[in-house]
């Protein structure tokens, strides 16, 4: 039995969720976009939903349904988070206790048996606490995933397999045991069968004649020690083979809680996140995936979740449509938001293609393969290598990893040498990703290549810059607008002096 919750039956990759999505491109990824304060806030501390985060939403979802499967159960655990909780606190606690239980790894048949036994047990009430679970939430749940789940653990779990295994476990327990042998070569017994305990409500007419059937009775003194050492040999042999049968049952059964813990981990971390966001007045969405190559993202109000954990002032958003555009180029005025506003693309992508909200009033992106970013590094302390060296180096790693269906994010690169030869540099990459049908957004200041590119772009190409406001504030919301000569000289300028920028005597350009 599989909880079915986070892929469709029929398209279960759970086995695709390794530790590889967060090796190389993925984890210079998660780190560029900040995901590890998404991992905390979902996690609150539970390094098990971290690591369940972690596995999930770096690896992106490829088709729509699939997608709008994963978002279906969600919308269900937000309508009823206790729900939810309750059945990740189930599994959770089943696989605790199993845990608790003496005896794994030992040999002895006797052990075996009565440790699974216990497990079989502990297992049982747990499957009984889902069942009411079930009972109590399958007719409010919309989704196919929890109606499908739902279903299949009332029909698996009923009352006839219930009272069954209570009363195959009860007679395991008992001291006594029926067993069935023949002789085999030299008068050993062979073929030991661990049979049924006859029915304690049996007539005494049927237990005489099963006694005369049975032939002749040997009795055993307790201070023979070689015939008790012959009976326990017997025993052992009789219940090893059903001593083995209970614990692969029980192994089948701690699979599923591992399962459905995992599974419902990831909707509880989505709970979580949700409500901190939530506490923040970020708005959220559930976002719209469309084909690949149908078109750009479209958005209003997105925001960057990451920058709104961090407490502090509201969160700007951004509204925007790329449209067909396979390169957004971002320049303006430093420190406007403009690597917040890749941040918070970046991270829409993640959680859309994860099957999660987004951070924003409303968004709408086409699926991409993967999310690959290009963000500055701290300088090597080591001195190994250059700092255009290191950022040629990850290029590399990126352009290796990229596919015809990537999203790609640059924020500064090639910002270590002089604009003439980073501006050649850029050039060269980012036509060669566009042309092999990667989308790229890149944040520059490189104006000259900016300039360029507006007036022969061999590509559709969407210009954005930070907004100011009427007093020329920084609103850190992006824009359409052209690319131009902008930056914060003339406001550092200012904030030096104490002195406004008109009053400087050098005139400024902003964009937007």
Not at 42 to 62: I, K, N, T, Y
Not at 375 to 389: I, S, V
């Amino acid at each position: 039995m599989r909880p079915g919750l986070l892929f469709e039956r029929e398209h279960d990759d759970l086995d695709t969720l390794t530790p590889r999505a967060r090796s190389g491109p993925a984890e210079a990824t998660a780190v560029d976009l900040g995901l590890g304060r998404l991992y905390d806030a979902m996690a609150r501390g539970d390094e098990f939903l971290a690591d369940v985060a972690r596995s999930v939403m770096p690896v992106p979802l490829q088709g729509i349904e699939a997608i709008r499967y994963r978002q279906a159960v969600l919308a269900d655990c937000l309508a009823n988070p206790a729900a939810a909780r309750a059945l990740y606190q189930v599994a959770a606690e089943a696989i605790d206790a199993e845990r608790r239980i003496w005896g794994a790894g030992m040999r002895n048949p006797e052990l075996v048996l009565s440790r699974a036994i216990e497990v079989l047990e502990v297992f049982l009430r747990a499957l009984v606490e889902l069942r009411g679970l079930a009972a109590r939430n399958q007719a409010t749940c919309e989704s196919q995933g929890f109606d499908a789940f739902f279903t299949q653990l009332n029909a698996d779990v009923d009352d006839a397999f219930l009272a069954t295994a209570r009363g195959h476990l009860a007679n395991l327990r008992s001291r006594s045991i029926h067993v069935t042998a023949r002789l085999g070569p030299g008068n050993r017994g062979t073929g030991y069968v661990l049979q049924r305990r006859p029915e304690s409500g049996q007539r005494l007419r049927s237990r005489v004649m099963a006694a005369a059937r049975a032939g002749g009775t040997l009795k055993v003194l307790l201070r023979d020690q070689n015939a008790m050492n012959t009976l326990a040999e017997v025993r052992a042999l009789a219940i090893a083979p059903a001593a083995g049968a209970l614990t692969e049952s029980a192994g089948h059964i701690l699979a599923f809680f591992r399962r459905l813990r995992f599974e419902m981990g990831f909707y509880v971390g989505c709970l979580n996140l949700h409500e901190t966001l939530r506490a923040r007045d970020v708005p959220l969405c559930i976002p719209e995936p469309v084909a690949t190559g149908s078109g750009g993202a479209a958005f209003r109000g997105l925001r960057d979740p990451g920058l709104a954990l961090l407490g502090g002032a509201a969160v700007t958003g951004s509204d925007l449509d790329v449209g067909p555009a396979s390169l957004v180029l971002a320049t303006g005025v430093s420190g406007g938001g403009k690597a917040t506003f890749l941040r918070a693309v970046g991270l829409a992508q993640v959680m859309l293609q994860a099957g999660m909200f987004v951070a924003a009033d409303a968004f709408r992106a086409d699926l991409r393969s993967s999310v690959l970013t290009h963000f500055p590094r701290e300088e090597d302390a080591a001195m190994e290598r250059g700092r255009l060296d290191e950022e040629l180096a990850r290029l590399s790693v990126l352009v290796d990893a990229a596919t015809p269906h990537s999203l790609v994010l640059m924020d500064e690169s090639f910002a270590s040498t002089n604009e003439r030869e980073a501006a050649q540099v850029a050039h060269d990459v980012i036509a060669a990703l566009v042309d092999s049908g990667v989308r790229v957004w890149f944040a520059t200041h490189l104006h000259q290549y900016a300039a360029d590119l507006r007036q022969n772009a061999p590509w559709p190409v969407l210009f954005v810059a930070p907004a100011l406001g009427a007093d020329g504030e920084r609103t850190f919301r992006m824009t359409e607008a052209p690319p131009g000569p902008s930056s914060n000289a003339m406001d550092l300028f200012a904030s030096a002096f104490g002195v406004p920028d008109h009053s400087t005597g050098i005139q400024t350009e902003h964009s937007g």
